[in-house]
């Protein structure tokens, strides 16, 4: 037998008999670009010290890899479906490695910024061909028990990321984070070549390049906008932005509903079902990727905790997503979609609103608590969203499908780093000028000004303690002074995180009541429609006719394709 598989699942009536390690292929490659997100939050720190990275480049680090990978994903999923979906998946890896070997090898702030850039853009290959991939390659009976799995292992990459980073800080350098990519970006690719099948879209209807235009410039300078909006301030740029995203996206919507072929056919999004569960998934990965981000820096700046170490706690959010995806993937046979995806959000938002008594005396155990609440709630909830929202399109679409669930996770991810870490950072200052308002005071003259400017670097618990420490502990004469202005700044934070948290699990809360209203009372397993609706749906949608549209309907669906 070649060792490349070369014949389409399309052209084959039975399930690919070698489905189940070809989704351990897909789940890799997915785990490798939902790392690449969460992994930073604690090498940044180790980045910032070695590049001497100023306020501005910090962000650019971040929003290098973000802004392409959330602006990208639908056009690449599209284009994913017409030129090959192995072919996108393979072509992503190998960019997403020859990325990720660039930022070990950088010795400057260009050179990491343009790394992640790389690895943005490919990972808005990669994300997108995975879930088609999976539906193309798995029947309906076992699609629901594999998102499930897909589901997980997403859920699963934004705590293991932390903790890997963590690993590799402790005994090697920042640009270790980027080399350990190379050798499992490897693994994936020839064991994609040896495991996954070729599937692809047949099209006569021309590519909507103008209409991927319009959905880049949207998403993207949207993503960019509310992330610098509240990052540096609402000026004349970030508000010309914002402004420039909602015309695209009146110009996005308005092509699609007049050309034949569109990238996204956008009356999907009026389905209660396919926009209930795209919300469903942006608010989910909204409080997740937050509370990843400020608990990741409390159990640094509050106890201490050095990067493995925190990164071992933040694992019990990890576990619990894998125990609520296999959970979920067993109740969606016998359980409503619609109850799985509403309890799920509100067990995240009861894990969230456990944040809001955080205080300097709290413990590690009601963080437990939180992520494991706010995990389970995540596994509960995600497949069926994800099944449900890849089940209202037809089979030709799978591409701008994947698309819409994997932007929906990163645009939600996105937003709430930007929108929830204002609130936080602003907090924290507030009540950090507060509490040390009469203690500043009392420092000697020579040292007020370095304290000052310590103090001032609000957004950096960390490092606004550490300042204090390096400039008052030492002395004596001021080391109780020390000892006040460092609980200032671990109350402070603290409460900052209880505010953020409120306004967080208040959102969940109120998120679940509105997809409750949304979605259908019959969305069972995670799809409302029946196996006629889909066979329909597969033959009169866009891209009518192609390969897998032309079989035979029994073959179509025993094929999952």
């Known amino acids: 037998m070649a060792f490349i598989v070369k014949n389409p699942v399309e052209a084959d009536a039975r399930p690919y008999p070698r489905r189940w390690p070809a989704l351990g292929v897909l789940c890799l490659s997915l785990l490798l670009v939902v790392m690449a997100n969460t992994s930073l939050i604690v090498a940044l720190p180790d980045m910032t010290a070695d590049l001497e990275l100023r306020s501005h480049e910090m962000q650019w680090l971040v929003d290098g890899y973000t802004v392409p990978y959330a602006a990208l994903m639908l056009l ?237 706690r933040l694992l019990p959010l990890a576990v619990a997503v894998t125990i609520g995806s296999l959970l979920s993937g067993i109740l969606m046979r016998w359980v409503s979609g619609r109850w799985l995806i509403v309890t799920g959000m509100l067990l995240g938002a009861g894990g969230v609103l456990i944040l809001t008594q955080a205080d300097a005396s709290s413990t590690y155990v009601s963080y437990l608590v939180a992520l494991s609440l706010l995990g389970l709630g995540m596994g509960l909830s995600e497949p069926p969203a994800t099944d449900t929202i890849m089940g209202g399109f037809s089979e030709s679409e799978l591409g701008a499908a994947g698309g819409l669930n994997d932007t929906a996770i990163e645009l939600g991810g996105s937003l709430g780093i930007a929108f929830l870490g204002s609130i936080l950072a602003t907090t924290y200052d507030e009540r950090l000028a507060d509490k040390t308002a009469g203690q500043t005071a009392a420092v000697p003259e020579a040292l007020r000004g370095q304290v000052d400017g310590a103090l001032d670097r609000a957004a950096d618990p960390v490092g606004a303690g550490a300042g204090v420490a390096e400039h008052l502990a030492s002395d004596p004469s001021t080391a109780t002074l020390a000892d006040a202005l460092m609980h200032s700044v671990t109350s402070s934070y603290a409460e900052a995180v209880a505010t953020t948290s409120w306004v967080a699990g208040l959102m969940l809360v109120v998120g679940a009541i509105a997809v409750a209203l949304i979605l259908p009372r019959n969305l069972r397993g995670g799809h409302h429609h029946t196996d006629g609706e889909e066979r329909s749906a597969g033959a009169d949608g866009p891209g009518g006719g192609d390969g897998a549209d032309s079989q035979h309907p029994k073959q179509r669906v025993r094929a999952g394709v």
């Open 76 to 312: 690449f999923g599209v284009l994913g479906d017409r030129v090959g979906r192995r072919r996108a998946l393979i072509a992503g890896l190998v960019v997403y490695g020859a990325g990720s070997l660039l930022g070990s090898l950088a010795d400057s702030t260009e050179a990491v910024i343009a790394a992640r850039f790389a690895m943005g853009v490919s990972a808005a290959v990669i994300m997108p061909a995975t879930l088609s991939l999976l539906v193309a390659i798995f029947p309906r009976a076992e699609r629901g028990k594999a998102i499930s799995i897909w589901a997980a292992t997403s859920g699963l990459a934004i705590a293991l990321g932390p903790l890997v980073s963590g690993a590799l800080l402790a005994n090697a350098g920042w640009s270790s984070t980027f080399l350990v990519n190379v050798p499992f970006v490897a693994v994936a690719i020839v064991a994609a070549l040896a495991l996954i099948p070729p599937s692809r879209v047949e099209s006569r209807q021309p590519l909507d390049y103008l209409g991927g235009i319009y959905s880049i410039v949207a998403i993207g300078t949207m993503v960019y906008a509310v992330i610098d909006g509240f990052h540096a301030g609402w000026g004349a740029l970030q508000l010309s932005l914002l402004a420039l995203a909602a015309l695209t996206s009146l110009l996005f919507v308005r092509r699609q509903l007049r050309h034949p072929a569109p990238l996204l056919d956008v009356r999907k999004l009026a389905d209660r079902a396919v926009g209930g569960s795209s919300l469903a998934v942006m608010l989910l990965f909204l409080s997740a990727f937050a509370v990843i981000y400020y608990v990741a820096q409390y159990l640094q700046a509050i106890f201490g905790y050095g990067p493995l170490e925190t990164g071992i």
